[in-house]
Nanobody, 125 residues
Framework: QVQLVESGGGLVQPGGSLRLSCAASGRTASSYTMGWFRQAPGKEREFVTAITWNGGSTASAGSVKGRFTISRDNAKNTVYLQMNRLEPEDKAVYYC??????????????????WGQGTQVTVSS
């Protein structure tokens, strides 16, 4: 089974940028999609963005379109989340997730099979 480890979280001021990484170990050949979700205190985990592991298609939540970009480096078994023009509303624990069987939906938590531990992103002046 694949294990996911997020890194790169931290404190950034509004308007700043941050890049998160998600390193995958184990079998990844069957991973169709990698996604990023986030969860703020008292809120449900919500979809941020996703990318197909072997295809290059992406999708993003409306709240982050134009600001966040997901990318991958298959040689390093790593996916990234470049976060630009960060806002206080972006403060949350960010999780990466892997989908190992093909599913139509990529924006729901139920569509993913393996999750990382999360990394904290704080946006504050």
């Amino acid at each position: 089974q694949v294990q996911l480890v997020e890194s790169g979280g931290g404190l950034v001021q509004p308007g700043g940028s941050l890049r998160l990484s998600c390193a995958a170990s184990g079998r990844t050949a069957s991973s169709y999609t990698m996604g990023w979700f986030r969860q703020a205190p008292g809120k449900e985990r919500e979809f941020v963005t996703a990318i197909t592991w072997n295809g290059g298609s992406t999708a993003s939540a409306g709240s982050v379109k134009g600001r966040f970009t997901i990318s991958r480096d298959n040689a390093k078994n790593t996916v990234y989340l470049q976060m630009n023009r960060l806002e206080p509303e972006d403060k949350a624990v960010y999780y990466c997730a892997a989908q190992f069987v093909r599913r139509i939906r990529i924006e729901t938590t139920e569509s993913y099979d393996t999750w990382g531990q999360g990394t904290q992103v704080t946006v504050s002046s």
